[in-house]
């Protein structure tokens, strides 16, 4: 058994009122201990991205409960301990690429020199080194989804969240972003959840929590550790 970083119970989120309600993800009831390896698994639309949002307290639930007894408060969450990578475009338009991924280390007290350095390093990882300079408005889907990345694998986090994180790029890129989000969370100690569809990405993590018509089924462990 290791660390208790996440304990939800009865986990629920519903969007809207009365009957145009809609329910994005019901009654969920999971642990995450430091170092698991969690695919998240599910058809567009089954409940992934709501259960990645409320485990990195982006959203809050309507129901039930989550806590971070291994992490701290809600408050505490961010900058550094909970890292998301995102689906969707995240960057922040007025800086460059490498201002982006460096913004998590500046913004957690670590010095222009320590965030630069570290931002480098995942940049050049990623293939990104030669558009660094460059704004988010200039990037292809693929280099700003793997920018997006590199930002949330920048700092220290004891949790990686990741949704869909293969999702806009090609068989070889994805691979190598799969490899460095890997790395990151063996380097740290963090565990790591990623939504995915993709089976190179699924096979490689040790559990399997499946999402059908908005409920989870977490019982699936695929590898022992």
Do not use: C, Y
Not at 110 to 138: C, N, S, Y
């Amino acid at each position: 058994m290791g660390e208790l970083l996440v304990r939800a119970e009865g986990l629920a989120r519903v969007f809207g009122d009365g009957p145009a309600a809609v329910t994005a993800l019901a009654e969920a009831t999971f642990d995450i201990e430091a170092a698991d390896r969690i695919a998240v698994v599910g058809p567009s639309g089954s409940g992934k991205s709501t259960l990645l949002h409320l485990i990195a307290g982006l959203d809050r639930p309507t129901a039930g409960t989550i806590e971070w007894p291994g992490i701290g408060p809600f408050e505490s969450l961010r900058p550094g301990p909970v890292s998301f990578a995102f689906q969707g475009p995240s960057l922040l338009p007025p800086l460059t690429v490498l201002e982006n991924v460096e913004l998590p280390v500046l913004l957690a007290g670590g010095t222009e020199q320590e965030a630069t350095w570290a931002a480098a390093e995942l940049i050049e990882r990623l293939e990104l080194t030669p558009v660094a300079d460059k704004l988010p408005e200039e990037l292809s889907g693929g280099q700003s989804q793997r920018a997006g990345a590199a930002r949330a694998l920048v700092g220290t986090p004891r949790l990686i969240l990741a949704d869909e994180p293969t999702g806009q790029q090609d068989r070889a890129s994805g691979q190598r972003v799969l490899d460095v989000i890997m790395e990151r969370a063996e380097a740290t100690g963090a565990a790591l959840l990623v939504a995915t569809h993709d089976r190179a990405v699924f096979e490689r993590l040790d559990r399997r929590w499946t999402l059908v018509d908005r409920r989870l089924e977490t019982g699936v462990v695929v590898r022992s550790a």
